[in-house]
């Protein structure tokens, strides 16, 4: 079965998350030693492994995130209101920062930027966790 936008959401969060924790010196390296994981897993799973279009969508959001990260949180914490960044789970701060890039770098429209980042809360933390995704990227959205 071939992977979807969402499904290379999911790497991407898993890539963002695992980069805000341990903050990757070569961001092509790390994300080779993700995708080699990934594929390790998934051969064990008998899951194709990720490549072609959805792969490069994936990177692109991990790659552009990283680049722009310190502009991401410029933008983000004055729309975090009482909420302190670091504060912020590490999903919920790799959600946010993947739907801030998505909404200022790509062509996705802002609908579905915060409708995916929600689901991804929802997949990846608790179901608090989507009230203020959804609070913050609406804020921004809406600018």
């Known amino acids: 079965m071939a992977a979807t936008r969402r499904q290379a959401r999911e790497w991407a969060i898993q890539m963002l ?7 990757p010196d070569d961001v092509g390296q790390f994300m080779v030693s993700f995708w080699e994981e990934l594929s390790s897993l998934d051969s064990e799973e008998g899951r194709a492994s990720p490549k072609g279009e959805m792969k490069d969508f994936a990177e692109a959001r991990v790659a552009g995130v990283l680049a722009n990260q310190k502009e991401i949180d410029e933008i ?11 504060r912020l789970g590490t999903v919920e701060r790799a959600v ?7 909404m ?12 995916e980042a929600i ?5 990846f933390s608790t179901p608090k966790s989507r009230t203020l995704i959804n609070a913050v990227l609406d804020k921004y959205a809406k600018g």
Do not use: F, H
């Not at 695992?18 to 903050?23: G, I, K, S, T, Y």
């Not at 946010?96 to 998505?102: A, T």
């Open 76 to 86: 983000l914490v004055p729309l975090l209101a009482k909420w302190d960044l670091y």
């Open 96 to 102: 946010l920062r993947m739907g801030i890039w998505e």
């Open 17 to 23: 998350t695992a980069a805000d924790l341990n903050p």
């Open 104 to 115: 200022k770098w790509s062509d996705v429209p802002k609908p579905v930027v915060i409708n």
């Open 119 to 123: 689901d991804l809360a929802n997949w």
